[in-house]
Structure formats: C-alpha cells, structure tokens
C-alpha cells in the first residue's frame, strides 16, 4: 500500500507559477511512476505528467514546456513545478502511483491522493 498526500495548490492569475508536492508513505523509486493527473468539472480525469523509477518523464501536450515533473527520492516526493499557468489548468490535481513502468492512462494507477485545488484566474 501507498499512500499519496499532495499539497501546494491555490489560487493564482493567469501567467503565474504554483508547485504541488506529493508525499508518499513509502519508498516509490525504486520500482513506481508517479504521476500526477487533473479534472476539471464536469470533465474526465486527464494525465498531466509522471516520472518512472528510471527517471523518464511523460508530459501530456498541453503542459509540455511549462510543467516540469520532479522527485526527491530522499524525501519520497514528487513535485510539479506549474509556471505560466493559464486559466484553462483551473483543476483538481491528483498525485497517483503505479508499479512499474509510466503510463500516461489513469487506469494502470493503482494509489491516488486526495487531490489539491488549482485555480487560475483570467
């Protein structure tokens, strides 16, 4: 079992920066992805970016250049730098873990946090 807490979501205006942190319960680098995902209302849960146990990272389209995907294998987080955010990133984001290699579908996440609020005004 893993558990998954982020932190660091808010309110900010269009053109700004937030870092979300996910703090698991237990050693994920040695054979987990982590990965972070996001839903906006009334819309479906959408892959953002992961980073596997090797240290690749996956980035979906719409965050490629502005969001960066990091981990502190000493502290067991993972952060998602999110810098000239646009309103449209306005989401609930969730930090999930999977055994294995990266996946960009949120079905083969097996462990998910609570999620955090990300607002990003106009």
């Known amino acids: 079992q893993v558990q998954l807490v982020e932190s660091g979501g808010g309110s900010v205006q269009a053109g700004g920066s937030l870092r979300l942190s996910c703090a698991a319960s237990r050693r994920t680098y040695r054979s987990y992805t982590m990965g972070w995902f996001r839903q906006a209302p009334g819309k479906e849960r959408d892959f953002v970016a992961a980073i596997s146990w090797s240290g690749s990272t996956y980035y979906a389209d719409s965050v490629k250049g502005r969001f960066t995907i990091s981990s502190d294998n000493a502290k067991n987080t993972v952060d998602l730098q999110m810098n000239s955010l646009k309103p449209e990133d306005t989401a609930v984001y969730y930090c999930?873990?999977?055994?294995?290699?990266?996946?960009?579908?949120?079905?083969?996440?097996?462990?998910w946090g609570q999620g955090t609020q990300v607002t990003v005004s106009s």
């Open positions: 999930a873990a999977r055994y294995g290699s990266g996946s960009y579908e949120s079905t083969d996440y097996n462990y």
